[in-house]
């Protein structure tokens, strides 16, 4: 670790110029300088990244942003929701009403983050799946999907057969048809 520090972090930072400035100010550790690990074992390269503690506002930023671009959210809006730095997937009740009574966000604006918040956790973060998944008008066409129906929305997986069973389950489980019935 303390040869990449060395050779191409501190390089970096001594060329460019604001981020020399951050190095002048936060005075990094001189335990980097000495530091024998790689950095495959620094930067906990063996979990999971979205479990990965270093990586967790990136990958939290990564997540909101592909449900601020699927509600169709940009410009000064989007740039003001990523800097509030909540966790759309986390976020609770007094956060939105927060978003609210600050004026970032209309109630209007509010309900449909939540809704393509749930619908894109639901799909395992996958965008493209969400997107046609919201097309939907409906709860009670999602609940009625069997597993060929969700085969021919998923476009990119691994595995469609067993990704459309999952589904199938999930949206029993949670959305439960007796409450349509």
């Keep these: 670790m303390s040869d990449v520090y060395r050779e191409l972090v501190i390089p970096f930072f001594e060329k460019n110029e604001k981020a020399n400035e951050i190095l002048k100010t936060t005075n990094p550790d001189s335990s980097l300088y000495k530091d024998n690990r790689i950095v495959k074992d620094v930067l906990n390269l063996k979990q999971k990244i979205g479990e990965n503690p270093i990586f967790v506002k990136e990958v939290r930023d990564f997540k909101n942003e592909s449900v601020l671009d699927i509600a169709k959210v940009a410009g000064s809006l989007k740039d003001t929701l990523i800097e509030q730095n909540i966790d759309f997937e986390k976020a609770t009740k007094s956060d939105w009403e927060r978003l609210i009574n600050d004026k970032i966000i209309t109630e209007d604006q509010q309900i449909n983050l939540v809704k393509v918040t749930e619908a ?11 997107s046609k998944l919201l097309e939907k ?3 009670v066409d999602i609940v009625k999907y069997d597993k060929d129906d969700w085969k021919g929305l998923i476009d990119e997986a691994e595995n469609p057969e067993e990704y459309a069973s999952v589904l199938v389950k999930a949206a029993q489980k949670k959305i439960p048809k007796r409450i349509f019935y």
Excluded at 121 to 129: A, C, K, M, V
């Design 120 to 130: 894109f956790r639901f799909t395992g973060g996958n965008s493209t799946l969400t």
């Design 137 to 139: 008008n409906s709860l």
